[in-house]
């Protein structure tokens, strides 16, 4: 079987969605699978863009392909007769994050008709899709919401889980992955403030120069430079996988996450609790408060509170960060069984 694995590019931008589109043509290749990947570039700004890029999509032809593995808008627009959908989410601006006051389409006579126009080509491409798996329950309930199209969930697996041992603690607090306002790393130099024995540690690629800059800018205003270490940047893995497994703990604080998140499953692959926001959608699928992490509002004196309690009782930390492990390991994550799920 040739599978072609199709997802979107926004070039110099590296996060998980990335990560997991590389690991999935890896792991087909693995499995005997003939397959290669394809990145559509993407851009949602302007607004008034997402049309042209949808009609890009859709006007793409294939050939000399048997399945097409498709995971992100607009790239699961491309029409295929046999194509599996594994969906990591769909553009939220035209659908929960609209709701929430945070799209990028104007609230206009115009943006109405973009709207319709990604939900009328999104309703068209899961029809024609062949099978949907959803990357986690909040994407599958967003899915069944807004579109009324059922999927069954299918989460992805830590990709090289070897690498996180877990080791001795450092002492420090980790925020990984991308930098930016969704994933609001700002609160946790604000936290600072609140925690006077912390000390914190981002590591990742900001998504813009301002992302970057707003950090520095923060951590000065605050006064807590001295306690901030910012490896603001590509972050290569056996470097990352060495931060997480030294890391007292680990702090993730998206917006409405889709899934459990790179961060949070590396977080306990290394018996490392995990601190989140209770506004984080996905990630508290498995981050239960005391129970293997601490659940905070997303406000710097409450996250502060939550970040001296880890500082402050490193054997508390390292009970929480033992059983997020165990429920890591009771998810039965493993690459094998999940592509069998997608080329069966």
């Known amino acids: 079987m040739k599978v072609l694995v199709l997802s979107t590019m926004v070039p110099f931008v590296h996060g998980g969605a990335e990560e997991l ?15 290669e990947g394809f990145r559509i570039p993407f851009t949602w700004n302007p607004a008034e863009r997402l049309i042209d890029e949808m009609l890009i999509a859709r006007r793409l032809r294939l050939y000399n392909v048997d399945r097409v593995i498709a995971l992100k808008f607009p790239a699961y627009l491309v029409p295929w007769n046999d194509k599996v959908l594994w969906l990591l989410h769909q553009f939220r601006q035209a659908y ?36 949907i798996f959803a990357n986690a329950p909040t994407t599958a309930r967003r899915l069944a919401h807004y579109n009324g199209v059922a999927s069954e969930v299918l989460r992805p697996p830590l990709n090289d889980p070897e690498l996180f041992a877990g080791a001795e603690s450092g002492g420090y607090v980790l925020a990984t992955g991308r930098v930016n306002a969704g994933k609001r790393q700002h609160l946790l130099i604000r936290a600072l403030g609140h925690a006077r024995s912390t000390r914190l540690v981002i590591a990742g690629p900001p998504d813009s120069a301002e992302d970057a800059a707003l950090l520095r800018r923060l951590a000065a205003e605050e006064g807590v430079a001295d306690r901030v270490d910012l490896r603001l940047g590509f972050v290569p893995r056996l470097e990352l996988a060495e931060l997480v497994n030294r890391a007292l703990a680990v702090a993730y604080l998206p917006f409405d996450e889709d899934s459990l998140g790179y961060c949070t499953m590396e977080a ?26 601490l659940v905070s509002a997303p406000e710097p004196e409450a996250l502060g509170a939550a970040l001296a309690a880890l500082s402050g009782d490193p054997a508390r930390a390292a009970r929480l960060g033992s059983a997020g492990r165990a429920a890591m390991e009771a998810e039965e994550l493993t690459w094998p069984a999940t592509i069998e799920k997608l080329v069966s």
Do not use: C, M, W, Y
């Open 96 to 131: 929960d994050l609209l709701d929430a006051g945070q799209s990028n389409i104007p609230p206009d006579a115009r943006g109405a008709q973009i709207i319709r126009a990604i939900r009328a080509a999104d309703n068209a491409a899961f029809a024609e899709s062949t099978r």
């Open 268 to 293: 306990f692959q290394a018996a490392k609790p995990v601190l989140t926001t209770n506004d984080a959608g996905g990630v508290l699928d498995i981050v239960h408060h005391d129970e293997t992490g």
């Open 21 to 35: 589109f590389f690991h999935l043509v890896d792991n087909l290749k693995a499995a005997g699978v003939e397959a």
